[in-house]
């Protein structure tokens, strides 16, 4: 086996090597994360949105208020619309049910301790191999290309989906 490393030469003044500006990051010891929040309909992947921090009911209605409405309006869906979320407590919180009452989203009612068979985990699952084959090399990588990726998911992927369903 043959290792090699390549090392980068770079002049800088004195002192300003270790600036953020600087430094170029990069993965080790498993990589990195990201949390995301996406949504979609039989007409094709909606927003998808990166979660910076700890996800609370607080931080969920944001990432609702700022995604869902422009989503439904990027897929011409009918006044119909419905949401489907999980029975995670974020979503069924006091706080976000008034949320959403307020803003007038109607979800779908959803069963506790049901099976995971909501059809956006085949969506994750479908952008976790494509993204993991095109080998982020560091979060800020991660995070594009969880969004390049996300809006290629064909209509007809989508449509499938919630066909099967």
């Not at 080790?28 to 927003?47: H, I, N």
């Not at 969920?60 to 208020?65: D, N, P, S, V």
Request: proline share 5%; net charge positive.
């Amino acid at each position: 086996m043959y290792c090699w490393s390549v090392s980068h030469y770079v002049w800088r003044k004195c002192n300003i090597a270790f600036q953020k500006k600087n430094i170029i990051p990069t993965v080790k010891y498993g990589g990195g994360s990201v949390m995301v929040w996406g949504c979609f309909a039989a007409s094709g992947p909606g927003r998808l949105a990166v979660i910076n921090g700890t996800m609370n009911s607080a931080v969920y209605q944001k990432i609702l208020k700022e995604n869902v409405r422009p989503s439904v309006c990027d897929l011409k869906l009918k006044r119909t619309w419905v949401l489907q979320q999980d029975n995670d407590p974020k979503h069924i919180s006091k706080s976000t049910s008034e949320w959403l009452k307020k803003n007038k989203m109607k979800t779908l009612e959803w069963p506790s301790q049901s099976p995971d068979l909501n059809p956006i985990e085949m969506l994750w699952h479908d952008l976790k191999k494509v993204v993991h084959a095109r080998k982020p090399s560091n979060v800020a990588e991660l995070q594009q290309y969880c969004k390049d990726e996300w809006s290629k998911i064909p209509s007809q992927r989508c449509n499938r989906l919630i066909a099967s369903y």
